[in-house]
């Protein structure tokens, strides 16, 4: 059974750093798509960041890009999200997630199938 276990969140003032750990076991391959998302309070969780494990190629949203970086260790099965130059709008709950079907698309994590998801890990910027 596949888990994500997210950590690394917590409450940082506006400007500072907070770098997430996804944690992955129970599933082992170089050619999936691994992603951030985020949900603020009364609002859909959005994509942050995703990642195809097998090349690297990455997505950001345009509200992060530039301040986050998304990166992954195969070996270690961990993936992380490096968050700089907070701003109270980054705040919710972030959540990791993988999708085994493949190379990242616009239909990636859409299939509940295919697709596990972490708890979350709070993020609050003031």
């Known amino acids: 059974q596949v888990q994500l276990v997210e950590s690394g969140g917590g409450s940082v003032q506006a400007g500072g750093s907070l770098r997430l750990t996804c944690a992955v076991s129970?599933?082992?391959?170089?050619?999936?798509?691994m992603g951030w998302f985020r949900q603020a309070p009364g609002k859909e969780r959005e994509a942050v960041a995703t990642?195809?494990?097998?090349?690297?190629?990455?997505y950001y949203s345009d509200t992060v890009k530039g301040r986050f970086t998304i990166s992954k260790d195969n070996t270690k099965n961990t993936l992380w999200l490096q968050m700089n130059d907070l701003t109270p709008e980054d705040t919710g709950k972030y959540f990791c997630?993988?999708?085994?079907?493949?190379?990242?698309?616009?239909?990636?994590?859409?299939?509940?199938?295919?697709?596990?998801w972490g708890q979350g890990t709070q993020v609050t910027v003031s």
């Open positions: 990642i195809y494990t097998g090349s690297g190629k990455t």
């Open positions: 997630a993988l999708d085994i079907s493949g190379e990242c698309n616009r239909q990636s994590f859409q299939s509940s199938s295919d697709t596990s």
């Open positions: 129970g599933y082992t391959s170089n050619n999936n798509c």
